[in-house]
């Protein structure tokens, strides 16, 4: 399978948007069921829209990579630079459960840490569920620890906040 990572375009929102949507709804019924209210899975789920993938286009704080296999949407991560701090987020990683363990989630975690060292970023943080563990295996895996434990943070659900330190050029 061939995997390439590139940024967002115009011509890949529709399929982004679907692709998504398929993968959060996976995730939500085989992790997070129980543990993350539906509410918070539905307004996740509104806030995937044409309109909103668009505004990573161009955007001069923020980015958007999509996978591609095989020609296909395979999944997508964002996130963005706060200022001139240095200190970027991962505001989301997602790939579609057709991909799952074949090497999508690390090709868009290397293109995501690439950009932050290349825009000069010294850390990078995000959120995620404590039931994600194939999340949290893949963060791990990238060099990102727990730095803290956010206690009813999202919905009254807990979340962990974790960080990657980046080397300066």
């Known amino acids: 399978m061939n995997i390439t990572v590139r940024p967002l375009e115009e011509r890949d929102i529709k399929e982004?948007?679907?692709?998504?949507?398929?993968?959060?709804?996976?995730?939500?019924?085989?992790?997070?069921?129980?543990?993350?209210p539906i509410e918070a899975h539905e307004f996740d789920l509104s806030q995937n829209?044409?309109?909103?993938?668009?505004?990573?286009?161009?955007?001069?704080?923020s980015f958007c990579?999509?996978?591609?296999?095989?020609?296909?949407?395979a999944g997508r991560i964002s996130g963005q630079i706060i200022g001139a701090s240095g200190f970027g987020m991962i505001r989301n990683?997602?790939?579609?459960?057709?991909?799952?363990?074949?090497?999508?989630?690390?090709k868009l975690m290397d293109a995501a840490i690439g950009y932050f060292s290349e825009?000069?970023?010294?850390?990078?943080?995000?959120?995620?569920?404590?039931?994600?563990i194939p999340a949290i295996n893949l963060y791990m895996k990238n060099g990102f620890v727990p730095e803290a434990y956010?206690?009813?943070q999202?919905?009254?659900v807990d979340f962990i906040f974790m960080s990657k330190w980046l080397q300066q050029k």
């Open 16 to 36: 982004t948007v679907r692709a998504m949507a398929e993968a959060w709804n996976y995730s939500y019924e085989t992790w997070e069921r129980g543990y993350y």
């Open 93 to 106: 990683i997602a790939v579609h459960p057709d991909f799952h363990r074949k090497g999508v989630g690390q």
């Open 119 to 132: 825009k000069g970023c010294h850390k990078v943080s995000l959120n995620t569920l404590p039931v994600l």
């Open 65 to 73: 990579f999509v996978a591609l296999a095989d020609g296909k949407i």
């Open 150 to 152: 956010l206690a009813k």
């Open 49 to 61: 829209t044409e309109e909103n993938q668009r505004r990573y286009i161009g955007s001069q704080d």
């Open 154 to 156: 999202w919905w009254g």
